[in-house]
Structures are given as C-alpha cells and as structure tokens.
C-alpha cells in the first residue's frame, strides 16, 4: 500500500511540476479544414459545388497545357503563378466585388492554395480551394 501512495504522489509532482512549466495553451481541437484569414473551409467539393451553382468564379489555376486537355465547364484559365499580376481580370470577373466567392482548383491542391493566399491577400473574403480537378467529380 505504501509503495502505490508513493507512486500516486510521485505522479501527481510530476503532472504539478510538467503543467506548471507548459507556458502554451493546448490548441483548440477543430473538426473543419482551416480557413485561411477569412476564406472558405477548403476541399469540401459539395460547397464548390454549391458556390458555382450561386454564381461563384470559378478559377483553374494549373498551365494552359493542362486546361486544354481537361478542365471543368465554366472555369477560366489563370495559372497560380499569374493571379496577383492578373487582379484586373480577376476583378472584372468578380464585378469588383471582393466578397464575391471564388472557388479554385489545380491538379492537385499545391497551387490552388497559393492562390488562394494571393486571393485572400489581395482582399477576397470568400475563397475556396477545391483541390485537385479531379475532386469536382466527388460532389
């Protein structure tokens, strides 16, 4: 009996001693994919879905090659490495509203979320990535 109250002790110094040198919060547990400064949750293929048929833009930011050989009716081309240099264009497609939501997608994911950074960045509210092309299909 003597050796478990020594154990218990032992244990409960030890947990003292460890939460009294933990100067960080545990983070909050999350359920939803992050959004970034204020965007949309991301690779939830049923909001893309529902954001376009709302009137979203819908953005395809992989090259030129890989829109011509597949992309999703109603999308335009502007490769992720030419959002921020084509905020014009993009701006004539949302009518300048930056709370206008903008769904984009690429072949995997990596360039969508670069974009939407640079989207987010430049002021729009409502952005999506929906990931790869090929989540469209999974409505």
Not at 5 to 28: M, R, Y
Not at 93 to 103: E, Y
Request: one cysteine or more; glycine letters at 8%; hydrophobic letters at 40%.
């Amino acid at each position: 009996m003597r050796g478990s109250i020594v154990s218990l002790s032992c244990a409960v110094l030890l947990a003292s001693f460890v939460s009294a040198c933990s100067n960080e919060a545990p983070p909050p547990p999350s359920s939803a994919p992050a959004a970034v400064n204020g965007g949309l949750p991301d690779r939830d293929p049923a909001l893309a879905h529902k954001l376009v048929s709302e009137g979203a833009v819908l953005l395809d930011v992989r090259t030129p090659e890989e829109f011509a050989s597949r992309h999703v009716d109603g999308a335009v081309n502007i490769p992720f490495d030419q959002v921020e240099e084509r905020k014009a264009e993009i701006d004539k497609l949302t009518g300048g509203d930056a709370n206008k939501p903008i769904v984009v997608y690429c072949q995997a994911g990596g360039r969508a979320s670069q974009a939407k950074e640079t989207l987010v960045r430049a002021g729009h509210t409502k952005v999506t990535n929906l990931g790869g092309i090929s989540n469209w299909d999974k409505k």
